[in-house]
């Protein structure tokens, strides 16, 4: 078995257990639901889990007899052909084949892709310098040197913390195979630990090639210990998601915010430049940029996306070189402001009124996320490149420069940037400023746009249409909704507050929220994840959560002057991401619940109680095991059942992207002559679901054609297996156990055995052989053959999709609070989302749709 293998165990175990090559993995088997077949597994299944019970001691320290048993099994179990569960057929020879920070890229590469973060990453950060001083002096008057030396002491101090120490060299490394963000961390802790509330996780689903799982061989009890206390207590899940779900909607927040402030701050520019150019003339300008925008998203980042690196590389030179002007020309001894003792002065000198200005410092760090959040465009030594060689030097610079002509002018507070820059360069500056915040509000409207996607993956967001702008990247996305609620948003709040200073007094707490839950998720992933002295581990929170707290205090000071309007845009957003989850996990609870028994559907018989027509019909659900209860009520209401039944589950795994060749998973259900078959179709939360039903159709009936044939393969393979255990077994049972044997039992029986040659044979130590990959012939298995026609035959009758209209109602006895939250706002979300269908584009002339309610 590989290093990165996943090793499995019969489904009752569940412990750590070491490898061959001297690490360790977590081991979890599922359980295999009773209604669907159990696959050609031989007949001691059974008896295998009952081996492994008692933690997995069983299966190599029993007595002499049960260690010959247990010898017996294992050898069979080595020569055994795996379980054919999967369609993952191709998926065998592309193990690790799109990881994404697997690549080596080249200096020439990085540099580029570094010059390219600009445009995206950095805007946010980069227009700060036009309202930064500004807010900070708006709350401490400048009396001498010592509020302009230790407000700049502080701007220096807090980039250098949070974006410089904590992202580029500790956050980035936290990454979910190269992706970024709140979501990608919830998903890398997901696969570690069964934290998810939805009960769809498939051991099978550790198979994707970029599921693979690494733990440290240090500190296992460590982990093994928050591990258990995350699975185990459903108030940790339920407090995790919540986090998750906060910083989600706090970016949303966020992106209502920025473009109010960045475009306004820029435009605001022309007063005192321009005669008669006054708050109102301001207001009405920054309204007809923010509506121009918004109106352009449609279009997608893609057609005006080779601007933005160009243009946000001259600003921030435009940045340095102004700085460094009027650092010559005005006060060259501002660089007195590294040392820190400059800030104990500043809140000496002024107290309570320097911990109010932390609101306005704060400001200098919005964006740092972005950088995290934005990692699945870029690689992470790209991001630390250009931040290290070009952002950090030129916003230490600029505010450098800043204060060095406060320190001659310190009544320009109010215009600090605009009146800093020299006369000839005004308009110029101006020009750029204004397309700089433009840029800034795209990055942070597209990480809306993102963050509502990967929400709407995890169940965690109603179902609103998506547009992909781009034919080559997958990330670029339109959101039309969205798009319209955050520009009426920002009209509104331009036309109320009408001054970046009331705006910058609401800008700022999202910010800090969602820096927090980083922090928080952060040092969930080095104690679960990572190989970190826990010493190390608590000065992360202790150092990075102390000084955001601190800032959170003085930010939350704000609320009554305006800071109440990004917490009641998180708090809607975060009352309906929670409720929409929880309807959907008491849903799907209720349809476990209702699930109908195989020996039902084997009563029936082979005709299922109907008219068997051809056919295929397609019955939607959202169990990954199981028949479910919509198709009872199918048989009853429909006059005839198709010849082909594939009960479909759209499900989504904690993964980014999941390739197209790993993507279905098939099993039979009943017998031969049923003619019915599940289908689990798996979707990173990344992936990109905008195939019509045409294409998605064609590429099931492959996948199932190839099932077919496999399982055909397999089961000849197995009836030859058995007969040749049967002559020599009573000569195996007498044979000691031996040290390949003892490793045969941790054989991964479904996809960690890949193909390495032509021939199809694992060659690699330890691990069973591998069928050969070529399919067996229809002329051999008259069976098989029979099958493939009535297929063929189906497919030319056309598909069907059947589909639930469901109704999801509290019980009676319910309380009042579930019952108003089920029964009113979920069914609001239910009544207005876009149907599942819809992402298909499915013809209505081919849905049939029956009633159901769901009692939760």
């Known amino acids: 078995m590989d290093d990165g293998g996943i090793q499995e165990e019969p489904p009752s175990a569940r412990f750590l257990t070491p490898t061959r090559s001297g690490g360790s993995r977590w081991v979890d088997g599922s359980e295999v639901d009773s209604s669907e077949s159990a696959g050609w597994s031989l007949g001691d299944e059974r008896s295998a889990g009952t081996t492994s019970g008692d933690g997995g ?25 795996r379980r054919v569960d999967s369609l993952d057929v191709e998926a065998m020879n592309v193990r690790g084949a799109h990881g994404h920070s697997s690549k080596e890229l080249s200096m020439l590469s990085t540099i580029a892709m570094a010059f390219q973060t600009l445009g995206v990453v950095y805007g946010d950060m980069g227009t700060s310098p036009l309202y930064v001083f500004s807010d900070v002096f708006s709350k401490v008057p400048i009396k001498s040197e010592v509020e302009i030396l230790g407000a700049l002491s502080l701007v220096m101090y807090t980039i250098a913390l949070v974006p410089f120490a904590k992202y580029v060299f500790i956050v980035l490394k936290a990454n979910d195979n190269g992706e970024g963000g709140t979501f990608a961390l919830y998903s890398l802790i997901c696969r570690y630990a069964k934290v998810s509330l939805l009960p769809n996780q498939q051991r099978v689903d550790e198979d994707i090639s970029s599921f693979r799982l690494k733990l440290p061989t240090p500190e296992l009890e460590r982990a093994m210990f928050v591990k258990d206390c995350l699975e185990k207590k459903p108030l940790f899940k339920n407090t995790l998601l919540f986090l998750v779900l906060m910083g989600t909607s706090m970016v949303i927040g966020d992106g209502i915010l920025t473009p109010s402030m960045s475009v306004m701050s820029a435009v605001s520019g022309l007063q005192g430049q321009v005669p ?92 740092a996320e972005a950088m995290f959040a934005d990692l699945g465009h870029f690689s992470v030594k790209s991001i630390q490149v250009a931040f290290t060689a070009v952002v950090f030097p030129c916003l230490l610079i600029a505010y450098m420069g800043q204060a060095a002509f406060l320190m001659k002018n310190p009544l320009a507070v109010e215009r600090i940037f605009y009146d800093s820059v020299p006369g000839v360069l005004f308009w110029p500056v101006f020009v ?10 795209q990055a942070m409207i597209s990480a809306t746009f993102s963050c509502i996607k990967q929400a709407m993956a995890l169940g965690c967001f ?45 800008y700022g707490i999202a910010e800090v929220g969602v820096m927090m839950v980083s922090t928080v998720l952060v040092t969930l992933v080095m104690l679960l994840i990572w190989q970190t002295n826990l010493v190390l581990v608590l000065c992360f929170p202790i150092l990075f959560g102390a ?69 295929i019909g397609l019955v939607y659900n959202e169990l990954v095991q199981g028949i479910p209860s919509i198709f009872g009520q199918l048989l009853v209401t429909l006059p005839a059942m198709h010849s082909t039944i ?49 294409f998605f159709e064609q590429l099931l009936v492959e996948s199932l054609e190839k099932f077919l044939r496999r399982e055909a393969q397999e089961l000849a393979l197995e009836a030859n297996t058995m007969e040749a255990e049967r002559d020599d077994i009573s000569v195996v049972s007498e ?16 996809s960690d055995q890949r193909s390495g040659d032509d021939n199809g044979v694992d060659t690699r130590d330890g691990s069973a052989p591998v069928l050969p990959s070529s399919s067996m012939s229809a002329e051999e298995d008259p069976a098989l053959e029979y099958e493939l026609e009535a297929l063929r035959e189906a497919i030319a009758s056309g598909f069907t999709y059947l589909l639930a209209h469901g109704d999801v109602r509290a019980r009676k006895e319910s309380f009042f609070t579930k019952k108003f939250i089920i029964n009113y706002f979920y069914a609001f979300l239910r009544r207005n989302c876009r149907a599942g269908t819809a992402t298909l584009k499915v013809p209505h002339s081919n849905i049939m749709r029956v009633g159901m309610t769901y009692m939760v």
């Open 432 to 441: 750029i400023a204004t397309l700089a915040a433009m840029i800034a509000s």
């Open 646 to 694: 594939v009960f479909v589950c759209i499900k989504y795994v904690p993964v980014p992207y999941v390739p197209l060749e790993e993507r279905f998973l098939f099993r039979r259900v009943g017998q031969k002559d049923y003619h019915m078959f599940r289908c689990v179709a798996r979707y990173g939360y990344k992936d990109v679901r905008k195939e019509d039903h045409g």
């Open 735 to 750: 044979v000691p156990q031996s040290p390949a044997c003892e490793g045969d039992l941790q054989t991964p029986l479904l």
């Open 276 to 367: 008669g150019f006054d708050t109102d003339a301001v207001v009405i300008v920054s309204i007809i940029v923010l509506v121009l925008l918004f109106s352009v998203q449609r279009f997608g980042t893609g057609k005006v996306g080779f601007m933005f690196a160009p243009i946000l590389g001259l600003w921030f030179i435009n940045l340095g070189s102004i700085g460094i002007y009027n650092i010559v020309k005005y006060d060259m001894s501002v660089v007195r402001a590294f040392n820190p003792m400059y800030i104990y002065l500043f809140f000496k000198t002024n107290g309570l009124k320097a911990w109010s200005s932390l609101g306005g410092c704060v400001l200098c760090i919005t964006g």
């Open 57 to 81: 001691a069983a299966a190599s320290s029993g007595a002499p007899a049960s260690r010959v048993s247990s010898g017996t099994f294992r050898r069979r179990l080595g020569k055994k052909p």
């Open 547 to 615: 000084v955001e707290f601190v800032y959170l205090t003085a930010v939350l000071s704000k609320i009554q002057e305006g800071g109440w309007l990004p917490l009641a845009f998180s708090s809607l957003f975060l009352c309906i991401m929670y409720t929409w989850n929880y309807g959907s996990v008491l849903k799907y609870q209720s349809e476990m619940r209702g699930k109908i028994s195989l020996d039902f559907i084997l009563d029936l018989g082979a005709t299922l109680g109907t008219v068997r027509v051809p056919g």
């Open 462 to 506: 109603p179902r609103i249409k998506i547009i992909h702008t781009s034919k080559k990247i997958m990330g670029q996305i339109y959101i039309p909704v969205m798009n319209w609620f955050l520009m009426v948003m920002c009209i509104i709040i331009v036309a109320t507050f009408r001054s970046t200073n009331d705006i910058a007094n609401a």
